[in-house]
């Protein structure tokens, strides 16, 4: 049997985060680095199965996951936008430094 309950974060409205979609180990290995290169190393860590994590101007990490419980793979919805500036609308959580987005809408951000 599967449990559906709906977290404390969906009793409240979507926020929206905007950042650059990037893949993780360079996120957090390269902090001098906040948009990605124009030298293939974003696409071939994300070819390699890096997770993918947004990252905002002020640093902030976000973990994108579904807005489906149990949680199901976003991966395919987010590959179109690797290395672009985006904004994703949905719940945030976060617990113990580490925060998530639901994945409820995605738009690349012209600028």
């Known amino acids: ?3 559906r309950h709906r ?8 926020a929206s985060i905007v950042g650059y979609l990037r893949d993780s180990g360079c996120v957090h290995r390269f902090h001098e680095v906040v948009k990605p290169l124009p030298n293939g ?9 890096s997770p993918l994590v947004v990252l905002t101007k002020n640093e902030q990490v976000y973990h994108p996951i579904s807005a489906e ?3 199901i793979d976003v991966r395919q919805k987010l590959l179109p936008f690797i290395g672009k500036l985006v904004k994703i609308t949905g719940h ?20």
């Not at 190393?41 to 199965?49: F, H, L, N, Q, S």
């Not at 617990?95 to 738009?107: D, F, H, K, W, Y």
């Open 1 to 3: 049997m599967i449990l």
């Open 41 to 49: 190393c974003v696409e071939a860590c994300v070819r390699a199965g």
């Open 69 to 71: 419980m149990p949680d």
């Open 92 to 111: 945030v959580y976060s617990r113990g430094g580490s925060n998530t987005i639901s994945l409820e809408q995605i738009e690349e951000v012209k600028g």
């Open 7 to 14: 977290p404390i974060a969906e009793k409240e409205a979507p």
